[in-house]
């Protein structure tokens, strides 16, 4: 059975810090890709980051601010989010693609994480 279970999500002041983790069970984490997404209210799901392998790709909104990192022996993704800002309020969403066979795309159930003073 595929999990992908956020967790770091919460209330923070702007200018503030939040650590996201995601940890995976059920898939071969080495070889995915691993990523983070965020949806907004009324706004499309949009990609924050991925990394594949040690390839990391940013949004231009969060480059410089945020940094994607993963532990393969924990099988877990981290996205450590600096001088957060009120637009970047969001539920934020693990996934995890592999484009491959063995294909799939596998996405975590979300956490919030609110920008305000």
């Known amino acids: 059975q595929v999990q992908l279970v956020e967790s770091g999500g919460g209330l923070v002041q702007p200018g503030g810090s939040l650590r996201l983790s995601c940890a995976a069970s059920g898939i071969p984490f080495s070889i995915s890709t691993m990523g983070w997404y965020r949806q907004a209210p009324g706004k499309q799901r949009e990609m924050v980051a991925t990394l594949n392998g040690g390839a990391a790709n940013y949004a231009d909104s969060v480059r410089g601010r945020f940094t994607v990192s993963r532990d393969n022996a924990k099988k877990t993704v981290y996205l450590q989010m600096n001088d957060l800002k009120p637009e970047d309020t969001a539920v934020y969403y693990c996934?995890?693609?592999?484009?491959?066979?063995?294909?799939?795309?596998?996405w975590g159930q979300g956490t919030q994480v609110t920008v305000s003073s």
């Open positions: 996934n995890a693609l592999r484009n491959a066979p063995p294909r799939y795309d596998y």
